[in-house]
């Protein structure tokens, strides 16, 4: 029996259609749902769509989203081949290259890029078990062609001509496992793939995720500076995470549609180094000092929040792969000239004192196009006083990094 066909697309990503009240735009989730009445059998993904159709209530957009979504898609539908009998040809364009795509991250991650109607190719690469996610996920009706690379000598091939590199490989903590004990892994991992992206796509935008962030990002530009090709710009440390987790707890807390919350996460990527600026969310809210404290602690204690709950059996996989989507989104559409995303990440920065430092971010079609400092003034004095308590600890995990590749000279 035939069916109508509807797929969504729904990766929350940074948008911004000019927010009135504010002078930034704030970080919201986007969901497109493309639907036909073709029958399934004839159903081809992201191409079969006729119309698109932005429902505020069902795909979290408001009306202004919803309008401009609309009317960017018009001319696309408009300009589409005239012998094809779908009025929607997405402009996949874009290579991303997954390292460590079979792990607990790198597998969903994978899947919801593959989702993406702007990736024409989605590289997967590790070392083990690879070959069986990529014909898995080769299987899904979207724009992107999925090749698998396993081992070393595939490594370089996996990444010629990437416009996105993503970083999740290495070990996973468990429980009683602080980021730190994850470091002496970890840290040799990334510097060994960072090192063949340095070969081999100098120019790529590249998200670390693998932890600890604070110390794994400062390796990787430390390896970029001594290949040569260290631009501070294309270089982040994905903590897009904090910034989920923030809006969805506030939103809870405060009986908030999701759509409207945007809480500002600045510092770092690990315990006390990560802090929410609950008095800079949006919509503007009121807070007890309790709830400040509360909410502050449950945010920089998710992830042993969910360790503890697999008890043993992984970590923070699901919601990390989201929220690296989420930024890998974000990553694309200031590739493909969206002049508005904006999103919180760990990158190089002259907003304090230390050389590396999470905060909102613009970016454009280069890498970071700015820095935003204005999270940073008329915080509270809880905020205050948490960003100077934070300082020493996040110097220390940067400088660890740092000492980790002069220590071991890069590869030539």
Do not use: W
């Amino acid at each position: 029996m035939a069916a109508a066909s509807a797929t969504t697309f729904s990766i929350g990503s940074t948008v911004s259609f000019g927010s009135r009240g504010s002078p930034l735009p704030q970080a919201k989730p986007f969901a497109v749902r493309f639907t036909s009445q073709n029958s399934l059998a004839s159903f081809s993904g992201l191409k079969a769509a006729t119309s698109v159709n932005c429902e505020s209530e069902s795909s979290f957009l408001g009306k202004e989203s919803s309008a401009a979504l609309r009317g960017s898609f018009a001319p696309k539908a408009q300009k589409a081949d005239q012998r094809s009998q779908y009025g929607l040809q997405p402009q996949a364009s874009y290579k991303v290259a997954i390292l460590g795509a079979s792990g607990g991250i790198g597998q969903p991650l994978a899947l919801l890029i593959k989702m993406s109607p702007l990736v024409s190719a989605l590289n997967l690469y590790d070392i083990a078990n690879v070959k069986g996610v990529a014909a898995d996920l080769s299987h899904c009706n979207t724009p992107s062609e999925v090749l698998d690379f396993t081992g070393a000598s595939e490594l370089g091939n996996c990444l010629k001509g990437a416009n996105v590199v993503v970083i999740p490989a290495g070990v996973p903590r468990k429980p009683g496992m602080t980021r730190d004990d994850l470091f002496n892994i970890n840290a040799n991992i990334v510097k060994t793939l960072v090192e063949a992206v340095a070969d081999n796509c100098p120019d790529a935008f590249i998200h670390i995720i693998s932890n600890p962030v604070n110390s794994t990002v400062p390796i990787a530009a430390e390896v970029l500076k001594q290949k040569g090709v260290y631009d501070p710009k294309k270089l982040f440390g994905v903590t897009t995470l904090d910034v989920v987790r923030a809006n969805t707890f506030v939103a809870q807390k405060k009986s908030l549609k999701l759509i409207n919350v945007d809480v500002p996460v600045v510092g770092g990527h690990a315990g006390i180094t990560i802090l929410p600026l609950l008095s800079k969310t949006k919509p503007s809210v009121t807070f007890t000092d309790e709830e400040v404290e509360q909410l502050t602690a449950r945010i920089q204690n998710a992830g042993t929040e969910v360790v503890e709950a697999k008890a043993g059996a992984g970590s923070a996989t699901l919601s990390m792969a989201y929220a690296a989507a989420r930024f890998v989104e974000s990553s694309l559409r200031a590739l493909d000239g969206d002049g508005d995303v904006y999103e919180c990440s760990f990158v190089q920065s002259d907003l304090t004192d230390l050389p590396f430092f999470a905060s909102r971010i613009k970016l454009g079609r280069k890498g970071v196009e700015a820095l935003i400092p204005s999270d940073l003034v008329g915080l509270s004095d809880y905020e205050e006083k948490a960003l100077e308590a934070l300082k020493p600890e996040l110097k220390a995990s940067i400088e660890k990094g740092i000492a980790f590749v002069q220590k071991q000279p890069v590869t030539a």
